[in-house]
């Protein structure tokens, strides 16, 4: 991500770099807002991060958290059964979010349930889900995923084409409090 980010023009400075979510190499209170986007479910340790975050950010900063939660309407699932368990596994749950952020000294601001298009249509989502690059359907076995691509290529065949395909996903915003 760092590298594709590198070749986008800068408009201000702009300086990447590679670190560990609990231990970053900022000062304390240097920072305005902390932004995770599909990241959270991948931290090893999720009460430490929000440990981290709270050191670098500014009294009054934002952090502002994009994750699916356990508790979301996802699509995978209804055609991939096995990934039901690596869901309900590794995916937090919206409590769990919101008490390492309160343990940490955040105050909850905003909490919303947003629908999101994960694909245009049917037809590109067959073509995305076909490359296996999620990271829960990289890790269903060989059988499990070709049965689950043919009970999706089924449902697309009966399904009106141009629909957009929809999941939920959490939106969580935390302020740091003195």
């Given at each position: 991500?760092?590298?594709?980010?590198?070749?986008?023009?800068?408009?201000?400075?702009?300086?990447?770099?590679?670190?560990?979510?609990?231990?970053?190499?900022?000062?304390?209170?240097?920072?305005?807002?902390?932004?995770?986007?599909?990241?959270?479910?991948?931290?090893?340790?999720?009460?430490?991060?929000?440990?981290?975050?709270?050191?670098?950010?500014?009294?009054?900063?934002?952090?502002?958290?994009?994750?699916?939660?356990?508790?979301n309407?996802?699509?995978?699932?209804?055609?991939?059964?096995?990934?039901?368990?690596?869901?309900?596994?590794?995916?937090?749950?919206?409590?769990?979010?919101r008490?390492?952020f309160?343990?940490?000294?955040?105050?909850?601001?905003?909490?919303?349930?947003?629908?999101?298009?994960?694909?245009?249509?049917?037809?590109?989502?067959?073509?995305?889900?076909?490359?296996?690059?999620?990271?829960?359907?990289?890790?269903?076995?060989?059988?499990?995923?070709?049965?689950?691509?043919?009970?999706?290529?089924?449902?697309?065949?009966?399904?009106?084409?141009?629909?957009?395909?929809?999941?939920?996903?959490?939106?969580?915003?935390?302020?740091?409090?003195?």
């Open positions: 991500m760092i590298d594709q980010a590198r070749r986008k023009p800068a408009t201000s400075p702009v300086v990447f770099g590679r670190a560990s979510a609990h231990e970053l190499p900022l000062p304390h209170g240097c920072v305005d807002l902390v932004f995770m986007s599909q990241i959270y479910h991948h931290l090893p340790a999720p009460a430490a991060v929000a440990r981290e975050c709270r050191r670098v950010l500014r009294v009054g900063g934002y952090i502002c958290i994009r994750t699916g939660t356990r508790e309407d996802v699509v995978v699932p209804n055609f991939f059964p096995a990934v039901r368990a690596m869901l309900d596994a590794d995916l937090p749950s919206r409590d769990e979010i008490s390492n309160v343990a940490a000294g955040f105050t909850p601001r905003h909490h919303e349930i947003v629908t999101e298009v994960v694909a245009p249509d049917w037809p590109s989502f067959v073509r995305k889900s076909a490359l296996r690059a999620d990271s829960f359907l990289a890790r269903l076995s060989d059988t499990e995923f070709d049965q689950g691509m043919a009970a999706l290529r089924a449902h697309h065949a009966n399904s009106n084409p141009t629909e957009a395909v929809t999941e939920e996903i959490d939106w969580f915003v935390f302020t740091k409090r003195a």
